[in-house]
């Protein structure tokens, strides 16, 4: 009996691992929220100094898209296929204080 009970359970969860669907891990999509922390300066040169703030943008089709800050629309900018673009941000609008 025990050996029958084992079987079936083995053919079960067989089934269900053959069923069983993952999530695609991946970062394409249409919006995307970016928070910066604040962080403690670094000591660049030997003087206080604050890292500068950066979106790097890519797509595997030539794209475009729109960065808001505070919500208001800060550029709207051509992305072209397979290239990567950075976009510096205003320190002053970005920095959470």
Known sequence: MRFLTNVILT??????????????FSNKGREFWVVFP????????????????SLYLT???????????????????NVTANITQEIVLPRGSTYIS
Do not use: C, M, R, W
Request: proline share 6%; hydrophobic share 40%.
């Open 11 to 24: 053919v079960l969860l067989s089934f269900v691992a053959f069923v069983a669907k993952s999530q695609d």
């Open 38 to 53: 604040p962080h403690q300066p670094g000591t660049a040169s030997g003087s206080p100094s604050l890292a500068d703030l």
């Open 59 to 77: 797509s595997d089709k030539n794209s475009a898209a729109t960065i808001f800050i505070n919500g208001e629309i800060f550029g709207q900018y």
